[in-house]
C-alpha cells in the first residue's frame, strides 16, 4: 500500500530492516524528524546517499527518541520495521521532502531459504566466536525469521557500505542469504590466513627469549594458584637437567615431555599425564648401583646362617660372587655388563625355603632386595606395562621393583612363576621371556616408559614348585637349581638351630624357661608332619610352644622340659604311622613313588579279580596315561606268564586295578612297574615285600625306563620306612644329587628289566614262613 512519508538521507551508515541507529541530526535531518513527528505518527523513511545517487530503496523507520550527543549536538534514535521501494516526490507539510513508498514485505519462507539461513548461522556464530561476542550469539540463536536473520547483517563490520547497499535493494530472502554466504565464507578465510600469517610470525621469534617468556607467565599463574610454590620443585626441565645419571636417550625423552608438559596448560588431561611420567623416570635409581661383596668366605657364612644344607644354590651364588671379584681384580667390566647378571630358577615344594633363600642371597652379596610376587598373574601388562593411552597406566612390576630396590642391580626375587596364567589378556610368562634373558635384557622395554632400561646386572632369583608347568621357552633361560626337601636329619637340625630360636621369641619364651629334646624333634618330623619342607614343623613347635607358655602363665611351673613322652599332650596324637606293611600283607598290593607339587610320597596299587570277562576296571581318578600304563603292565604280565611263574587262567578274569586316594587326580608313566609288580603279585598269591618301593616306566618288552623326580622319591620312601626301593637304571646319574643318609638308610637297586623287580620285590615261601614265626612270637 503506497503512502507518502519524509524522507532521511544518511551518508555515513546503510541501515537494514530491525536495526536500531542513532543519527546525528543536520538541518535536513532535523527537518525530516519534525515533519514525522508532526504529521506520520513519527514515521519516515531512511535510505542510503551512497557516492552520486539515491539508493531505490530504503527502510520504513520509527522515530523512537530525541536528544543530543554527548558532544552536544542533536541526534535522533530511528528503529527500521520494513523494507520499501521509493517512489517519485510530492508535497508535503514542513520543510522536509517527501515521497511515495511502498512497502515490500518478504514472502513466506521456503526449504531452501531455511537451510540457506542455518549454514548462514553457523558462519555467523563462527565469526562472533572469534570475538567472543557470547550475547550476540544468543540473539542470532533465537532468530527464527531467515528473512530477519540475513539483515542483522548490517551490523556487520566485515561488509562494506556497498554490500549492505546491494543487501538493501535485494528483496528476495534466498537471494540475500546466498550473497551473505559467499562473502562470509570469504570473510572467515581471510581470517583463516591472518591467523596462520601471526602464527609464522610468532614461531619466528627466538626460541630462547620464547621460552624464558612462556616459562615466566607459567610460574606466575601457578603462584596465583597457589599449585606451585617459586623454590622451583616443581619445575621439571630443571629436575630432568640436573639429574646426573640419566642416559643420553633418557635425558632426551624427559627433556621432549618437559617442552610438551610446558605448552600445556593445566585443565588439560594430558598434562598430568606427563607429570606422572616424568615422576616415574625421575624416581628409577639412573646409574644407581650397589658394590658387590666379594669375601666368598663371607658370603658363604651369611648363607649358611640363614639356612641349613641347599649346598648346591649356595654353591652357585658363592660361584656368582668368585667370577665377579676375579673381574674386577683383573679391571674387566663388571657394572652394567651384558650378561653380568644371572637368572636362578629354585624348584621344589613348598616350605624348603626357596623365598627366604632370595633374601639370603641379597644379603650375602651387599644388593637391595625386592620380591615381585606373579602367583596368579594373567594379563601381559603387570609385566611390561601399561600403554600411556589408558587411563591409570602404571609401569609393569619389573619396573616398580627397580624403583623400590633404589639401585639397578638389586637381587629380584620372582615368586610363584609356575602360577603364571594365560588368558585374553595376554600371557604373562611370555612377557617374562625378555626379561630372564640376560642376552636380550639388557634393553628390556617397558610399554609405559617407552625407554630401554638395563636388567642385566639385576640378578633374578625365580621360585617354583612344578617346574612342568613352566614353559619350555622360559625354563630354557633359567638355570634350575632343584631343591627336594629335606631329610629327617636336617629336619631336626633346622627345627634346632632356625625353628625353635624363632619361636622361642614369638612367644616371649627364653630357652631356660623352655627346652625341647632332638628326640622330641625327631618324633615331631616323623611322624607328626611328613612334608618334604618345614613349614607344618614350625606350626607344631609354635603350638608346643604356646601351650608350654600357658602352663607357665599358671604358676604351677617354673621350667617345662619337652620330651617324646610329652608330645601328645602338647600337640596331639601322631597323624602318621608306618602302613606299608599292613597294606602290602595281602597279595595285589604293590608300594610306588610319585612325585607331587608338595614333594615326593608313597603311592599303592591294588589289584584284584573276580568271575566275569577277561576286561580291565582302572579307578583313582586317574590320567590317561596313568591308565595307559596299567594296561601295558596287564598285557605284559598275561603276555610273559611263563617267564613269570604266573598261571595264565589266574589273569583271564575280570581284573579290577585301583589306585587309592580317589578324590587326588594322579597321571604319570613312573607308575608302571608298580603295577606289573602288583598284578603279578595277585596272579601268583605272593605279597609285595612291605620294605620295597618302586619307581618306573615299564614297557610293552619290559623295559624298565627313566623316570624324574628321583630324589623326592627316596626321601618320601626313608619317610615311609622303606629300606629297597627299585629305579630304572638310566637314572643312576640322579643318586649324586641324594643326600649320603638317605643312601645309607634305604637299599637303591637299579633295574633295566622288570623280570629283576618282580624277582625281588615277593615274597617267597621262606620269607612268609619268618613272618609266621614272627607273628606267633
Known sequence: MTRSLPVLFVADVVVLPGMVVPIAL?????????????????????????????????????????????????????????????????????????VDVDPVADAEPTDHAV????????????????????????????????????????????????????LLETPDVEARLELLLEWTREHLAEVELTDKIGDDVREGMEKQQRDYLLRQQLAAIRKELGEGEPDGTDDYRARVEAHEGLPDAVREAALREVDKLERSSEQNPEAGWIRTWLDTVLDLPWGVTTDDSTDVLAARAVLDADHHGLDEVKDRIVEFLAVRARRAERGLQVVGGRGSGAV?????????????????????????????????????????????????????????????????????????????GADYRGDPAAALLEVLDPAQNHTFRDHYLELDLDLSDVLFVATANVVEQIPSALLDRMELVTLDGYTEDDKVAIARDFLLPRQ??????????????????????????????????????????????????????????????????????????????ERTSVPGVATGLAVTGLGGDVLFVEATAHDGPAELTITGQLGDVMKESARIALTYVRSHAAELGVDPAALDRSIHLHVPAGAVPKDGPSAGITMVTALTSLATGRPVRSVVGMT?????????????????????????GLTEVFVPQRNEPDLDDVP??????????????????????????????AATVVGAA
Not at 612334608?531 to 607344618?536: I, L, P, S, W, Y
Not at 624298565?704 to 615311609?720: E, S
Open 344 to 420: 636362578v630358577l629354585l624348584a621344589g615344594p613348598p616350605g624348603v625355603g626357596k623365598t627366604s633363600l632370595g633374601e639370603s642371597v641379597a644379603r650375602s652379596l651387599g644388593r637391595e632386595f625386592v620380591r615381585v610376587a606373579l602367583g596368579g598373574v594373567r594379563d601381559e601388562a603387570e609385566i611390561r606395562g601399561h600403554r600411556r593411552t589408558y587411563v591409570g597406566a602404571l609401569p609393569g612390576r619389573i619396573v616398580r621393583a627397580i624403583k623400590e630396590a633404589g639401585s639397578m642391580n638389586p637381587v629380584v626375587l620372582l615368586d610363584e612363576v609356575d602360577k603364571v
Open 696 to 720: 618306573g616306566e615299564v614297557t610293552l618288552n619290559g623295559r624298565v625306563l627313566p623316570i624324574g623326580g628321583l630324589k623326592q622319591k627316596l626321601l618320601a620312601a626313608q619317610r615311609a
Open 26 to 98: 543536520d538541518d535536513a535531518a532535523q527537518a525530516a524528524v519534525d515533519a514525522a513527528r508532526a504529521s506520520s505518527d513519527d514515521t519516515l523513511l531512511v535510505a542510503p546517499r551512497l557516492g552520486d545517487r539515491y539508493a531505490s530503496y530504503g527502510v520504513v523507520a520509527t522515530v523512537e527518541r530525541v536528544g543530543r550527543l554527548a558532544a552536544g549536538g542533536p541526534a535522533a534514535v530511528l528503529r527500521a520495521e520494513r523494507r520499501a521501494r521509493i517512489g517519485s516526490g510530492v508535497s508535503g507539510p514542513g520543510a522536509a521532502l517527501w
Open 504 to 581: 622361642l621369641e614369638r612367644a616371649a619364651l627364653t630357652p631356660d624357661e623352655v627346652s625341647i629334646t632332638d628326640e622330641a624333634l625327631r618324633e615331631l618330623a616323623a611322624d607328626h608332619t611328613r612334608e618334604a619342607g618345614v613349614r607344618q614343623l614350625e606350626r607344631l613347635l609354635a603350638k608346643a610352644l604356646r601351650r608350654a607358655a600357658t602352663r607357665l602363665a599358671g604358676g604351677t611351673v617354673d621350667r617345662v622340659d619337652i620330651d617324646v613322652a610329652d608330645l601328645r599332650e602338647l600337640v596331639g596324637r601322631p597323624r602318621f604311622t608306618p602302613e606299608t606293611a
Open 740 to 769: 649320603a643318609d638317605v643312601l645309607d638308610a634305604v637299599t637303591v637297586h637299579l633295574v633295566g628289566d622288570v623280570r629283576d623287580v618282580v624277582r625281588v620285590a615277593l615274597e617267597t615261601d621262606a620269607d612268609a614262613g
Open 115 to 166: 537451510e540457506l539461513a542455518e549454514e548462514y548461522r553457523r558462519l555467523v556464530v563462527a565469526v562472533l566466536q572469534r570475538r567472543e561476542a557470547w550475547q550476540v550469539i544468543d540473539t542470532v540463536h533465537r532468530l527464527t525469521d531467515p528473512g530477519a536473520l540475513a539483515d542483522t547483517a548490517g551490523y556487520a563490520p566485515y561488509l562494506s557500505d556497498e554490500r549492505k547497499r546491494e
